[in-house]
T-cell receptor, first 115, second 112 residues
Framework: GAVVSQHPSRVICKSGTSVKIECRSLDFQATTMFWYRQFPKQSLMLMATSNEGSKATYEQGVEKDKFLINHASLTLSTLTVTSAHPEDSSFYIC???????????FGPGTRLTVT | QQQVKQSPQSLIVQKGGISIINCAYENTAFDYFPWYQQFPGKGPALLIAIRPDVSEKKEGRFTISFNKSAKQFSLHIMDSQPGDSATYFCAARGSTLGRLYFGRGTQLTVWP
């Protein structure tokens, strides 16, 4: 089956530092990847849509200068949280759209804690 | 504005019982309706999905019923097991770039 990986699975960083999260589609190519944020006991909130080779499209209210997204290849997208603050602590999940299968597959998520 | 409305928020079912989760949508342009299962600390996993030209789809103990005219769809879990205890999300896909619109989720607890 289609597998999406995320790295790291957990990260703790100090306030003011930047953190990079990688999302990889392991056995399929994904021209489109999505980044979500999820707070405890809440639904997934779409942050941005990432297309290979072009700029990401951010949802309303998401600061593009704070959440930098790069989709440099058909199997890798990265989310960088710049100048992280405690309120950025959350569960970040990526998904990759398999154009061949027409399905969206989710990664296992990254738990970010900013102290 | 919530594009997909899901109910109930939480559900407690006895082992062997039927779990039913309902969703409703307004946008008739949605063309694909998946259900995801999520365990604590994990990413969502695709459970079953249906397209609007089909009224029912069954995979093992999981069935989606789809009512196009009412713009509603539901997930039925037959013979519910404690291992089914998780949060379930319904979703609907817009035709643009495969973006998914999620319901708020249903926390299912199956008592042994």
């Amino acid at each position: 089956g289609a597998v999406v990986s995320q790295h790291p699975s957990r990260v703790i960083c100090k306030s003011g530092t930047s953190v990079k999260i990688e999302c990889r589609s392991l056995d399929f190519q994904a021209t489109t990847m999505f980044w979500y944020r999820q707070f405890p006991k809440q639904s997934l909130m779409l942050m941005a849509t990432s297309n290979e080779g072009s700029k990401a499209t951010y949802e309303q209210g998401v600061e593009k200068d704070k959440f930098l997204i790069n989709h440099a290849s058909l199997t890798l997208s990265t989310l960088t949280v710049t100048s992280a603050h405690p309120e950025d602590s959350s569960f970040y999940i990526c998904s990759a759209l398999s154009t061949g299968l027409g399905e969206q597959y989710f990664g296992p998520g990254t738990r970010l804690t900013v102290t | 504005q919530q594009q997909v409305k899901q109910s109930p928020q939480s559900l407690i079912v006895q082992k062997g019982g039927i779990s039913i989760i309902n969703c409703a949508y307004e946008n008739t342009a949605f063309d694909y309706f998946p259900w995801y299962q999520q365990f604590p600390g994990k990413g969502p996993a695709l459970l079953i999905a249906i397209r609007p030209d089909v009224s029912e789809k069954k995979e093992g103990r999981f069935t989606i019923s789809f009512n196009k005219s009412a713009k509603q769809f539901s997930l039925h879990i037959m013979d519910s097991q404690p291992g089914d205890s998780a949060t379930y999300f319904c979703a609907a896909r817009g035709s643009t770039l495969g973006r998914l619109y999620f319901g708020r989720g249903t926390q299912l607890t199956v008592w042994p």
